[in-house]
Structure formats: C-alpha cells, structure tokens
C-alpha cells in the first residue's frame, strides 16, 4: 500500500508525517482485510484517518520541546487535545488528511456536516483509547505513571519506550519498557486500534484480559485464569487480598499483620486498612487518601500490626523473636474474635524474606480456618513452581511483572488458592473497589458485579509487555539461569568492592525448600551505601543520609557533561554522560548517622539481563554479560564522579533525561524539589 503526500504536507514536522503515514496503513489494511468492497464504506475510512492523526500528533508531542522535529501542522495541537474537535473544524481538517489516503483508498462520496457529526460522536468514545503505546502504556496507573514533559520520564525516571543507551539495573523498583515488551504490546494496541474501528473494542480488551490472565495461571502451573486478578500494583493487590479476607468463612473482621511495610510500598499500610492509599486510583483522578473506603468493614486502629525486619542499628531482627511477635500478633487478634491476614514478605526492597516456610507452615497448622495467608511475593524473584505450589497448599501470592522481569511499571496480580476463590461467588465485594477495577480483570463471579465494565486497557498492554520477558525467560533452562546470575552478581560484588565509595551491605541468602535446578536461592538485590562527600578512603565510612542518596539517585540518572566547562575532562566523559538507572534508595538505620536513616541504593539482576534484547542475539552470553559487568562499574564510577563534584552538580540539579544531551548544551534544567520524592 502507497501513502501519497502533497509537498505542503512534507515540508512540516517529520515526525508527524511518518507517524500518521505508518499508523494510518496498519489502520487500512486491518480495514481491508475485513471489507469486500473497494474502496472501503467511507465512514470507516473517515474513522481511519483521524484515528491515525490523534495518533501522530499525541506521538509528536511526546518529543515536543526536545528542538528535533519540524512544526506539525497547526491542527494537530486539537487532534492531541483531552477532547475531539467540533464537527465543523473536523471537516476544515478533512481537507488535508483527505490528500493522505492511498489512490485505492479515495471516495467519491461527498462529505457532510453529519457525517461528521457521526464522526464527532465516535470520537468522543473512543478519544481515550486512540493512540500510540507509549501514552496509552500509562493510562489506569496513577500519577506516579504519568511522563515528565520536561524529560520524558515518568516518577520512577522510566520511559514507556525503549531506552537502551541507559544502563539499567533498576528491578527492584522498575524499569523502562524493553524492546521485546513493547514489540509484544504494540500488537495488542494495534489489535486495540482496529477493533476501535469497528465498535467492538470491548470485546477485544475483555478477551486481551482473560488471556493476560490465562498466560499467568499458565506460567504458575495454576488451573485456569479464574485463579488470576489483575491489578494495577502491588498495592491494590493488597486490597483485593483484605476485601476476600474480609470473606472469611465466619465473617470476623480482620486484623491485617504486615512484614516490614517500609520496604514494601508506601502505601501499603493505608492499603491493608481499607484506606485510600493515593490521591488517585487507576479509574478515578481524585480520591481522600487516608479515607476508608466504602463497604469495607470497620478497621479498629490496632488492626493492622508492623512487624519490623530491622533493628534501630540496621541489623536484621534475629529469627526467632520475629516469629515469636508474629505468633503474638496472631494469638491477641484470634482472642479477640477476629480473623487473621499474614503476610509473608518474599522479598523486601533490599532482599529479605520473613515468616520462613517452616514457620508458616506451623502456623497453618495451629491457626486453620481462623488465619489467612498471602506471600507479597511483588519482587518476583523465584522459581514459578514454587509460587504455584503455594498457591495449591493454600496461600494466596502477590506478584508484579515490574519488577524482577522488568516490564513496565503497575502491573500486579493476586494468586488466588481454591478457597479465595470460592468464596468470591458468594458476596459482592466492597462497593469503592470500582474506583480500583473493573470486573475484567477479575474472575467472573457474583462478587464482581458492583465494578465497572470498563477494562483497563492500560494494565492489559503493560501486562503483555510483562509476559514478553517471563516467557523469554522460561526459553532458557534454569541451570543456565544461574549461572548467568551468578556471572553478573560475582563481577557486580568484586566492582563494589574495588570502588572506595561504596559499601556493599551483607544481605542473607533467602532460606527456601529445595527445588530442582532451582536458581531462587541466590541474593539478587546488591544493596550499598555511598560514602558522603568530603571523606577520603581512609577516614570511616560514613554514608549519605536519605536526602542525599534521593538526590544522587536522581543524578545518575542524568546527563552531567552539560555541567562542566569545555575545557575540562568531563565535558567528554563518558562515564558523566551516561544516563544510570538503578533502584530507588531505601531508607535502612544507620549508627554512623547517630540512628538517623542512609539510603540505600540497590543494582538489581532481573530476567531482562538473563535472557537478553533480541538486538543482542548476535552476542554470545559471556561478551553479552561482561559487557553488563562494564555497565555497572561505570555506574559505580559516576557515583565516584559525584561524589567528588557534589557541590558543582547540586547548583545545576540536572534534570534525569529519556537521551543523553547533544553538545553543546546550555545549562541543563533545574528539577523541582518533588523530583526527589520517593515511592
């Protein structure tokens, strides 16, 4: 198929140009494929067109700003608008997208005012759901999803499109898309788009969601996709666990015991009450965070009980007095006639795991119908078997594609066992869970009737990005999975060593039943601190407090050339050019610090580094991964960079980028102290 453009059209932005010619053929020839007659009905041609155009001009506004393309034409500002254009000005933007069309594509009707007001009509429908991956990807997240304009990043310093300049080892908070993610979710948009065409978009999203749903239970070894709920984060799969907790067989109210929420989300906490945990949901913008939310049972404040991991010093509490306040957590509550929520945390931020397997399963055994338990096993860094296998003994499983398989951020799911799952065909839930999801995400049962019916088209196309990188890494035999790992995190381990800035935290090695050929009884979470400025090798270590490390996190993530003089070395450094992602810093006790927390910072292995891009097929695993090993001590090296320039860099405070700068630069942007925040 040929796309013909008039000059006039060629000479404004390019961009534009390309983006609407590529998507207006995928449009077309999902049309032909459909229509016998040529040329197609026009009002699906008209539909074609400006679909195409919204597209382009919502693509070209993603690099606005950036100096790269060429003005649009003027109208694509209206195409890129949070409303339709009225009926008469689409028919003035006709005129242009008219001359666009293929020759075998041309009409001879004649438009009309009420054909466009048909037009008019769809639009207004379909506006949210018209438009390229990377702004769709963050649709039914919350804010923390949306892109900066001023870098193209969104909270978590993650792109929606692929970023492979960036060295990136950020899987214990998130990730940008990967190139094998989003080829996977751009065809599910692209089914998206042509289904929009023909009005059955809803259909194709519900099918899109159960076959999310069904990869998942397949992955885990679970019957069906019944036992799946998809959900936006890890956070909202904690409400979903208290809402079927609070179905307890003799209807208790529930006290919620939760594993070191600190280095879980936060708002977890929130969550596990019944509360608002944001000042927004994945389908409503404005929510009274702290707020109960409807049709929840009543949360007494003692409800919700925190069982710390760490000490005041930052040591881990010793085993047996963890267990033995979770024990006295437990019994209080059953005294008091309420049920019991468990929580095991498989892993924390900075990679550790609390109850054991030996201690849950005691308390199964002594507890039975009066305690639940779910694992928050968000991480993800283990054998799918072994979370199917706890699923099938009974416990309920979080998960989240974000994180060690490193698709894009807000993708969760609850696992549920065969008796949470029973007893969702018995009562509805909580009626405010529609602010949360919508029954397509949720096994078709009596409970989910009071959600909505829209499906949340974000979380489909993030899941199927998701799902690219599990079953890319299920193609690689799980001996050959550890040595990979092991390779990555020795060189990693002996980097950090070497470099005087950093001190590598000593974390346990997580205790799990033995399975075959199993790689999930390795630490894959390096934490570390970074010595603060004006100390030398020798002095004692003294490590940046929280603040700082937030700052430094930032700043890795940008390019820091822009900051120095021409004449000097770093202006052509490649180590202050290159653009770093790691994971978030974690706020851990510190003695040097006079109990005042530091922050620490964390270089994750995630499957992406395991199996690898397709673009390095051509690699073998050994350049493939030494060449992973080079990545992170450069990040170490700009650590070291920073450090030694700390007061330069916090007078310019560069902004995190999507690209690296082009030289010259003028001085790069400040960033708003919110830049800063934390998860």
Known sequence: MRLAFPDRTLRTGSAWVIRHGLELTLLLEGILLRETTTPPPFPLL??????????????????????????????????????????????????????????????????????????????????????????????????RLQLDPRNGLNHYGCSHRPRPWAATFASSTASSVSER??????????????????????????????????????????????????????????????AIAEMNPARKPVTNILIAPEETGRGVPLAAAGRHFAADTARSPHVPRGQSIEGFGPIAEDAVEDVRLRTPDGSEVDEAILTQECRAHMERAIRAGRHVLLHQLDLSKTGLLAPNETVLETFSREFGQDCDIVVDACQARLMPSRIGGWVQAGRAVMITGSKFFTGPPFCGALLLPEEWRTRLDHDPLPIGLKAYAGCGEWPECKATRGLSEVVNHGLILRWAAALAEMEALTSIPSLEVRWRLERFLSGVREAMTQCPDVLLLETPTPVR???????????????????????????????LELEKARQLYHWLN??????????????????????????????????????????????????????????????????????????????????SLICHHWERIARYDPLPTYAPATLPVPAPARSLSQQNGEK
Request: proline share 8%.
């Open 181 to 242: 993610g989003f080829a996977a979710a751009e065809q599910v948009r692209i089914r998206l788009q042509r289904a929009l065409l023909y009005d059955c978009s809803h259909s194709m999203l519900l099918e899109a969601a159960g076959n999310v749903r069904h990869r998942l239970a397949q992955y885990y070894g679970l019957p069906d996709g019944e036992r799946v709920i998809l959900a936006p984060s890890g956070t909202d799969c904690e409400l979903a666990a208290l």
């Open 558 to 639: 940008a390019d820091l050339r822009p900051v120095f003089g021409p004449d000097e070395p770093e202006r052509e450094s490649e180590v202050a050019g290159l653009l770093c992602h790691i994971g978030q810093p974690v706020a851990v006790p510190s003695t040097a610090l006079g109990g005042e927390k530091a922050g620490a910072l964390r270089i994750s292995a995630g499957a992406r580094l395991v199996s690898g891009e397709p673009t390095h097929a051509n690699l073998s695993t050994e350049v493939r991964l030494a060449r992973e090993i080079a990545d992170a001590r450069m990040i170490l090296a700009k650590i």
């Open 46 to 143: 008209l539909r074609a067109s400006f679909a195409a155009a919204r597209t382009a001009a919502l693509f070209e506004a993603l690099d606005e700003g950036t100096g790269q393309n060429a003005p649009p034409p003027v109208w694509t500002g209206l195409m890129g608008a949070d409303q339709p254009p009225s009926p008469t000005v689409l028919m003035e933007i006709w005129e242009t997208l008219e001359t666009h069309l293929p020759s075998e594509a041309r009409h001879a009707a004649t438009p009309s005012l009420p054909l466009f007001e048909s037009l008019f009509s769809w639009l207004t429908k379909t506006w949210s759901l018209i438009g390229p991956l990377e702004v769709l990807m963050a649709a039914g997240g919350d804010a």
């Open 513 to 543: 039943a033995s399975l075959p050929n199993s790689w999930d009884d390795m630490t894959t979470i390096l934490s570390f601190l970074v010595r603060a400025p004006g100390q030398g090798a020798e002095d004692e270590f003294i490590p």
